[in-house]
């Protein structure tokens, strides 16, 4: 949302049988429908309905809507005070906007598949290739953060590092 802080809304859902989590990826196209609606009802009248991102991520779908310039001007001060201490990855799919994101929004164009779950492959969280614009953007802006916050500090991305092997070898 160009900068703007958003609103966010997240919704799962489970199969009737085993309990377990459905892959966003198998849902009807009626299933993604009404969850949408669902987020929707969630958010209510919060925010600026005009400025919108829906996308989905392996096992939820999930909402942007930017705040109001009023809901903006009432964050307490360390809101605004606060640096960035961290970013989101990105979507697996953005399913509908109201304005172009940033490319740091976009999916990764060949992202590695963290494994969630070991009983559903379909389960997975993206993890950024590096290379495509859309990472290469989201890289510069781990840069920006780092810099600002001395945020991931080197002796843990060994264990970030070794974390994310692990995953990897799980699909
Ligand atoms: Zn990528």
């Known amino acids: 949302m160009q900068g703007t802080p958003v609103w966010l809304a997240s919704v799962s859902r489970h199969s009737p049988l085993t309990g377990g989590r459905l892959s966003t990826q198998i849902w009807s196209s009626e299933t ?9 009802r969630v958010i ?4 600026n309905a005009s400025r919108e991102r829906v996308f989905r991520m392996q096992i939820t779908a999930c909402l942007h809507r930017a705040l109001t310039p009023d809901e903006i001007d ?26 172009p994101g940033l490319p740091s929004t976009r999916p990764c164009h060949n992202p590695d598949r963290y494994r969630l779950d ?11 290739c590096g290379q495509c614009p859309p990472c290469l953007a989201r890289a510069a802006l781990h840069e920006e953060r780092d810099a600002a916050t001395g945020a991931a500090p080197k002796y843990l991305q060994q264990q970030i590092d070794r974390a994310l092997s692990d995953g990897k070898r799980g699909h």
């Open 32 to 40: 993604m429908q009404q969850s949408i609606a669902l987020l929707r």
């Open 118 to 128: 070991q009983q559903s492959s379909m389960l997975w969280m993206p993890l950024d």
């Open 44 to 47: 209510g009248p919060a925010g």
């Open 74 to 99: 009432r964050l307490p001060p360390y809101f605004h005070a606060a640096e960035p201490i961290d970013l989101a990855g990105g979507p697996v799919e953005i399913l509908y906007e109201t304005e």
